[in-house]
Structures are given as structure tokens and as C-alpha cells.
T-cell receptor, first 114, second 112 residues
């Protein structure tokens, strides 16, 4: 059983640029959610994808967007990067069905915006 | 008021100590409760679910008090390897999906 993998692991961008982060979900999982974790904070929910559609969104502006593909992998895109976007971006997969959602996290993509 | 609040710590304890973390949540509609562990610069990993009846997993005991909207985690006989940040997580069904809300975490440092 493969876990959640994310790429790239680290990247540096400058203000105003755009970034795409990628995530492969754990086998058997059909739902992907993205979180932003700033230093010293808990993960903050960005959005969730199920059946290739966004079905939940946190308090993030529209310049944060995403996709889910038929194989359940996902992308997070951030346009017009700001300094405050510097954070660890975590992808988590889960199975939407019966029972509580238990998330399996990837190791994250650490973004630095200069 | 934050939806999930935790004491940030750090809790500095010697090996063998018993330490307790508390967490409060603001929304009484919250449905499921978890403790996650996050090592430095790593991803969060599920430590245990929390049930109203209380549950135990080895040295770890979790309690939920729905009336007080309070969750706790007790660690007995602390080990050096327990050093990490412990995240309290609540879920609620909102807008057609289960939403997970994380606390900011409580940092634990166990020293020899």
C-alpha cells in the first residue's frame, strides 16, 4: 500500500509568481484535502476534492485553486504569491464513505516566498 | 475565539513523568475527535481517536467531555521519543462534507 506522496518537497518563489504543488493519494482513498501550516500553527484547511470536484473550502482567497484527477491525485495552484503564503503545504487523502474521516498526510511541500 | 484551542506549551518533562494536554472546542455540533502527533518538520500522524467513553492505547489515554466541549490526552511514563507537537482535531459535517479543524498544537519536550 503506497502512502501519500507530494512534490516538490521544497521550493522558493518570489512575490507575484505562481506555484503548482502535486499530490498522489494513498491507494484506496478517493478524497484529497489540502492544508496550509504556517510556522507554529496547526494546519489550516484550504479545500477538499471528491470525485474531481471541490466539495469544501476554507477561508482562502480564489487565487488558491486546485484540481483532482481521475486517479484521485491532486494539484494545488497558488497565483500571485504573497510573502504570507510561505508555509508547509500538506496534502491529505482519505476515503469518503461510512465512518469518520481519518486523514493520511503526505510529508508536505515547504514553500518560501521571497 | 478559535474553534479549537490548546495550550501551546512547551511542556518540558523528565522521562517517566505523566503529562496531560487539554483542548477545548467551540462548536457543539462537532462530531469526531482525534489527537494527531507531529514531529519537527514532519507531517501530522494520527495518534488516536477520542470517544466519549474514554479510550486507552498503551501509555496514552484520551477523554472527551461533550458537555464541557473538552478533550484531553494523558501520557504516562513519558519517553524521549514522545517529544513532539500534539494536535487536537475536531470534525463537523458542514456544507456537505466533513470538515476537520486543527488546534495550533501543544509542544512536548521529554528530557533525560
Amino acid at each position: 500500500e503506497t502512502g501519500v506522496t507530494q512534490s516538490p518537497t521544497h521550493l522558493i518563489k518570489t512575490r507575484g509568481q505562481q506555484v503548482t504543488l502535486r499530490c498522489s493519494s494513498q491507494s484506496g482513498h478517493n478524497t484529497v484535502s489540502w492544508y496550509q501550516q504556517a510556522l507554529g500553527q496547526g494546519p489550516q484547511f484550504i479545500f477538499q476534492y471528491y470525485r474531481e470536484e471541490e466539495n469544501g473550502r476554507g477561508n482562502f482567497p480564489p487565487r488558491f485553486s486546485g484540481l483532482q484527477f481521475p486517479n484521485y491525485s491532486s494539484e494545488l495552484n497558488v497565483n500571485a504569491l504573497e510573502l504570507d503564503d510561505s508555509a508547509l503545504y500538506l496534502c491529505a487523502s482519505s476515503f469518503t464513505g461510512t465512518g469518520a474521516n481519518v486523514l493520511t498526510f503526505g510529508a508536505g511541500s515547504r514553500l518560501t516566498v521571497l | 475565539r478559535k474553534e479549537v484551542e490548546q495550550d501551546p506549551g512547551p511542556f518540558n518533562v523528565p522521562e517517566g513523568a505523566t503529562v496531560a494536554f487539554n483542548c477545548t472546542y467551540s462548536n457543539s455540533a462537532s462530531q469526531s475527535f482525534f489527537w494527531y502527533r507531529q514531529d519537527c518538520r514532519k507531517e501530522p500522524k494520527l495518534l488516536m481517536s477520542v470517544y466519549s467513553s474514554g479510550n486507552e492505547d498503551g501509555r496514552f489515554t484520551a477523554q472527551l467531555n461533550r458537555a464541557s466541549q473538552y478533550i484531553s490526552l494523558l501520557i504516562r511514563d513519558s519517553k524521549l521519543s514522545d517529544s513532539a507537537t500534539y494536535l487536537c482535531v475536531v470534525t463537523m459535517f458542514s456544507g456537505g462534507y466533513n470538515k476537520l479543524i486543527f488546534g495550533a498544537g501543544t509542544r512536548l519536550a521529554v528530557h533525560p
